[in-house]
């Protein structure tokens, strides 16, 4: 596949997440897409080759390509999200290229809290194994659209449709359990590069599209525009010039949905009214707007509004709480205890907020739930009982990943805590007994 | 099973679809949005090179009708090219904006620090950028880095919290969850914020075509008096080149980065208009850096050790 100036039309722009480990040949896959849509460079492949070299390897490693840092060069281990970026005549697209180690809950969490789409891969040697059921859960906790299994190393298994077969269904009777809304099984092999880029002469029993045709083709964004509207206010704009002397615009990125001139509005937590007079995207004014639009809204009424602040229609407007169930994956070394002082962060407000309660912890491997944990650490996920100083205009997960996230945050030095998911979290399973912690998931 | 076949159509037809340019836009307007909305005295890093350009037309667009609430940076290695400054000097009075510059040749001058036997001087802006940062008391500092652009700029995050020595410690980054950017520092700290992180070398070529953005001369083809070192066409000049072994010839050439002149080459090139600057980075084998940038070249961790000293 070349790159032509075709590329320079209009395209849209999908942003995707792997996980898996360097095991499963992860770095493999994300080489051999960047390499064959022409992302990787002449300059990039020598400094790898050069390396290479010097090391005594006989191929180019194409990990080298994708780790940035030198501890990560020094151990041969992925430490942090990388951010890469490719594009093919088609689309534009964003990977959130998460490590696939121990400890590493939160960075696959990160990733695929700004993913339309999220690639697992597994080895065809060894099918469904625990890191892969945690994959999914991941995916389903942050409902990550699209879901794509990707069955990698068919070359070592003979390129047999049997062994294809039963890797997908059970990862789909797994992961559709868990609420994961599109699942899409691909047999590749990433070394020899069946099914990602090109389609594979070695698995004509197999009919549908490789990797990237996927990619390409996946609908990008539309749970964005299906939902009610939402609008946090980030800033006022008030020029209060000679040419603007009344101007009074509150700019903001549309959090879901779709906003029209003349609309019926409600500002919370106020609980004020107006309407929609004037919508000015940036260079325009236009009579509709939707997400993810950056625009100022203009309103009928005079009536005070400042950043925090949530617009929506009157006719489908969120509820406020101050009473917040979530769940939340635990991403910062100091744990969260029950009674902990935090502030919680949701769109553009910010408010003090006191951890109630910690009802349950959850083991990703087999979904089991466990009691009254005292408090979460790195990378464990649990249910929380947040009470907080202000009402918030929040919005269940499960409808709107915007709005329906929160961050909680440690007042005293700033750092990001937790990551949260309001409202249920997925299908709950029954409680089991409590088990002793496992150390180290291996994601 | 269900395995879904993708059926192929241009989604930008599609109800609500948004080009992956008006998506990038809307991402950067909404991160210069955020910290005006946090922050109490932010700048931006302005050079005059084509990222800092497109930052600040962004900025202009987020906050019309009303004027942009930040001020400007520049760090000034003594060693820029003239047209880029004189451009930079032009925006800033049309827009009314306020400029303030750290002068790396008023640092040699007063012997605080020194200069370097290959007359490189992109090392030296780190002290001079965070000495200002600290006495003009900045909390946030606007960068035009794109994390396509080195592999250790893969691994930033749009909202870098730097600790009051301006330093990046890679492990201690805060998680980049969903849009919700946490911008929270003590007194003395302050962020860094890259509201081009997610573009591209073309897209940012492609945005300024689209928006019709004035660039400095020296990103088109013009012809200059060049000499070979390193492997890159450098631009005789006052700032140390070329030796007496390094013979200079006219060539038709263009910038595809605009930083030192002693450390951005430029590359052979007949492209005179903007859609012929993008037709040769569409075809282009080599990266940005790349091909024009020998102060990157140094060494395997040469962009992660500068970061982490406080560097862009």
Known sequence: ????????????????????????????????????????????????????????????????????????????????????YFATARRRFILADTPGHVQYTRNMVTGASTADLAVVLVDARNGVIEQTRRHAAVAALLRVPHVVLAVNKMDLVGYQETVFASIAEEFTAYASDLGVPEITAIPISALAGDNVVEPSANMDWYGGPTVLEHLETVPVSHDLTACPARFPVQYVIRPQSAEHPDYRGYAGQIASGVLRVGEPVTVLPSGRTSTIAGIDTLGQSVDIAWAPQSVTLRLADDIDISRGDLIAPSASAPATTQDVEATVCHVADQPLAVGARVLIKHTTRTVKAIVKEIPSRLTLDDLSQHPSPGQLVANDIGRVVVRTAEPLALDAYADSRRTGSFLLIDPADGTTLAAGMAGESFASKAETAVQADEEGWDF | ????????????????????????????????????????????????????????????????????????????????????????????????????????????????????????????????????????????????????????????RVFSLRDEFSQWDPRRQR??????????????????????????????????????????????????????????????????????????????????TVGDMSCTGAVDSDATTLDAVIAEIAVSRLTERGATRADDKLSEAAMEDRKREGYF
């Open chain 2, 175 to 256: 998680p980049e969850l969903w849009q919700l950017y946490n911008g929270r520092h003590a007194p003395g700290e302050h962020v860094r914020v890259f509201p081009l992180s997610n573009w591209t070398e073309l897209d940012v070529w492609q945005y300024i075509d689209r928006e019709d953005i004035e660039l400095p001369e020296i990103y088109f083809a013009h012809e200059r008096d060049v000499f070979q070192r390193a492997g890159m066409w450098l631009t005789a000049g006052e700032w140390g080149g070329p030796k007496d072994t390094e013979p200079v010839e006219k060539r038709l050439v263009r910038y595809r």
């Open chain 2, 1 to 156: 099973m269900t395995t879904t076949v993708a059926h192929v159509h241009d989604e930008t037809d599609a109800p609500y679809a948004l080009s992956h340019l008006d998506a990038l836009e809307s991402e950067a307007v909404h991160i210069f949005r955020e910290v005006a909305g946090e922050f109490e005295k932010p700048v931006i890093l302005f050079s005059g090179g084509k990222d800092s350009i497109v930052m600040l037309h962004l900025a202009l667009k987020a906050f019309a009708p009303a004027p942009v609430p930040f001020t400007l940076l520049h760090v000034d290695t003594g060693h820029n090219f003239p047209e880029v400054l004189a451009y930079r000097d032009a925006a800033v009075a049309k827009h009314n904006l306020r400029l303030h510059v750290a002068s790396v040749q008023e640092y040699i001058d007063a012997g605080k620090l020194r200069e370097r036997p290959d007359g490189v001087r992109n090392p030296l802006q780190t002290v001079p950028l965070t000495e200002a940062i600290q006495q003009l008391g900045f909390d946030a500092v606007f960068g035009g880095g794109r994390r396509d652009e080195e592999k250790a700029r893969a691994k930033e």
């Open chain 1, 1 to 84: 596949m070349t790159t032509t100036t075709e590329q320079l039309s209009a395209t849209t722009l999908l942003r995707f997440a792997t996980a898996g480990s360097v095991d499963d040949g992860k770095s493999t896959l994300v080489g051999r897409l960047l390499h064959d849509s022409k992302s990787v460079l002449e300059d990039q492949l020598e400094a790898v080759e050069r390396v290479s070299q010097d090391r005594g390897q006989d191929a180019p490693d194409l990990a080298l390509l994708t780790d940035g840092l030198r501890a990560e060069r020094e151990q041969g281990i992925t430490i942090d999200v990388a951010y890469r």
